[in-house]
């Protein structure tokens, strides 16, 4: 096929097609992982935080006729094996701490050294690649923190199911009397302004945060800001 000087041959334009087709599915592809990673950390952290707070309430009604003052049941996703699920299932009719079937230990109260002896079993929580646990608020960058909640690591739970502390009261926006909250920040270091939070509020509820790069806020359950 002779070529025109003037213009492409039929074949460089359709291996240019095809080649800028490939490179927009990488593109798509690449914004899908990212979307799929995104609800995969928030729903992961809240999956966990849940357990923890299910946990504290069923310890505090099994337990509440040994321990005086109850100590919070804490997860601290800095320490990963703390973020596997609590093993507190079993028959302990004699109250040694083991279940009286298998053997194996059990979370109970330990009343001779007035603290909790945990026992864990499951998987730790494991991130997408290029997701990160945000220790400290400098490591979010350009991203700001949401209004009105404290960064923290570890949450720990009371009886009633509640964080066992409430942050001191940062800047809350103007007009706002959303009593404070703590917040556990996770971010995608290699995708640009990327991040998700999970709020841990005064009541025990849970609150999924996905920060939005275009509009430079974050958007909180039923897109509230």
């Given at each position: 096929?002779?070529?025109?000087?003037?213009?492409?041959?039929?074949?460089?334009?359709?291996?240019?097609?095809?080649?800028?087709?490939?490179?927009?599915?990488?593109?798509?592809?690449?914004?899908?992982?990212?979307?799929?990673?995104?609800?995969?950390?928030?729903?992961?952290?809240?999956?966990?935080?849940?357990?923890?707070?299910?946990?504290?309430?069923r310890l505090g009604?099994?337990?509440?006729?040994?321990?005086?003052?109850?100590?919070?049941?804490?997860?601290?996703?800095?320490?990963?094996?703390?973020?596997?699920?609590?093993?507190?299932?079993?028959?302990?009719?004699?109250?040694?701490?083991?279940?009286?079937?298998?053997?194996?230990?059990?979370?109970?109260?330990?009343?001779?050294?007035?603290?909790?002896?945990?026992?864990?079993?499951?998987?730790?929580?494991?991130?997408?690649?290029?997701?990160?646990?945000?220790?400290?608020?400098?490591?979010?960058?350009?991203?700001?923190?949401?209004?009105?909640?404290?960064?923290?690591?570890?949450?720990?739970?009371?009886?009633?199911?509640?964080?066992?502390?409430?942050?001191?009261?940062?800047?809350?926006?103007?007009?706002?009397?959303?009593?404070?909250?703590?917040?556990?920040?996770?971010?995608?270091?290699?995708?640009?302004?990327?991040?998700?939070?999970?709020?841990?509020?005064?009541?025990?509820?849970?609150?999924?945060?996905?920060f939005a790069a275009?509009?430079?806020?974050?958007?909180?359950?039923?897109?509230?800001?």
């Amino acid at each position: 096929m002779k070529l025109n000087e003037k213009g492409y041959s039929l074949i460089e334009l359709l291996i240019t097609v095809v080649i800028g087709g490939i490179l927009a599915l990488f593109i798509l592809n690449g914004f899908k992982d990212q979307g799929r990673n995104l609800k995969q950390v928030l729903h992961k952290a809240e999956q966990r935080l849940e357990e923890r707070r299910s946990a504290a309430q069923r310890l505090g009604q099994a337990n509440a006729e040994g321990i005086e003052e109850f100590s919070p049941v804490t997860i601290n996703f800095a320490d990963p094996a703390t973020t596997r699920t609590l093993k507190i299932d079993g028959v302990d009719l004699n109250r040694d701490g083991q279940d009286d079937n298998s053997g194996q230990n059990l979370t109970r109260w330990n009343r001779s050294a007035a603290r909790w002896d945990f026992y864990y079993e499951g998987e730790e929580l494991k991130l997408p690649a290029n997701w990160e646990l945000v220790t400290k608020i400098e490591e979010l960058g350009d991203i700001p923190p949401i209004p009105n909640s404290e960064l923290t690591t570890s949450i720990g739970f009371n009886e009633e199911g509640r964080p066992a502390t409430v942050p001191d009261s940062p800047t809350a926006p103007t007009g706002s009397d959303e009593a404070p909250f703590w917040a556990i920040y996770f971010i995608d270091r290699k995708g640009g302004k990327i991040a998700v939070a999970v709020a841990v509020h005064g009541s025990g509820l849970l609150e999924s945060w996905t920060f939005a790069a275009n509009s430079n806020k974050w958007l909180g359950n039923g897109g509230r800001e």
